[in-house]
């Protein structure tokens, strides 16, 4: 049976563990409002992209270069730098397992995210180039992306590329999604209403090739930034579970340790009690 002193050291080691989650929660609360303010503000730009991109694939990926498509595929994959974050990452990295296994001609591989890169060596699956990306995006992450894998199409080293990232869908919902960029078709149909309706100043040629890399960057960005605000949200709610858990034992502990210590209390005055009474009676 436990002692109380042996409840004590317990207790001291939750309440450490206690702290530690707590101040991890406040740091992971910090960084998401901060991240969430950044995406609901690019949020409608980028999805005005995406529009304009899926309206105008072919020409928007002609004006960042030619297609050659003898060349393998391009997979970037997206994960966080770091762990403490429930299922996040576990989830994203074996769905991109699982996909690029699947291809009958091996792929180009990018990984942005440290827990991407010690998955891929754990799992001896080879890739090119690992990006650690902030825990507060910028856009000149995206640029630097956007620059490495225009240049790898520019020189014939891929044809197009699939993005594998963590869909954000709420503080408590991310799930894995692979999307295509740079191809040569779209799954979606194209918009022809909105080509229609759309108006080319000074001309057509000219708007395409200099909103290109805009566009593109965008969407990106856009893809990094739900990343990073996934993995907020999944830390956060992982430390609010963790600190909440070591609450509960905490407050559990205290009872089980005063109970001990009534019952000591209540059993020793049960054993001066008796002493006193057999030396009344002697």
Partial sequence: MATIQSLKKKLQVIRSTQKLTQAMKTASTVKYSRISGIYSGFKKYEQSCSELYECYREELNGAIASHNPAAPVCYLVFASNKGMCGSFNSEVLAFAEKTIQSQENPPTVLLCGKKAEAYFNDKKIAFQKSYTLSDVPTMTDAGVLFEDITSMLRKGEISSLKVIY?????????????????????????????????????????????SARNILVSIIYGIILETALGAQAATLTTMRSAYDTASEYCTALEVQINRMRQSQVTADIADISAEFLIEKEE
């Fill in 166 to 210: 963590p869909k954000y869908k709420n503080m408590m919902v991310q799930y894995p999604v692979c999307r295509d960029l740079f191809s040569e078709s779209s799954d979606h149909a194209e918009n022809t209403a909105s080509k229609g309706n759309t108006l080319f100043v000074p001309d057509r040629v000219t708007v395409i090739k200099n």
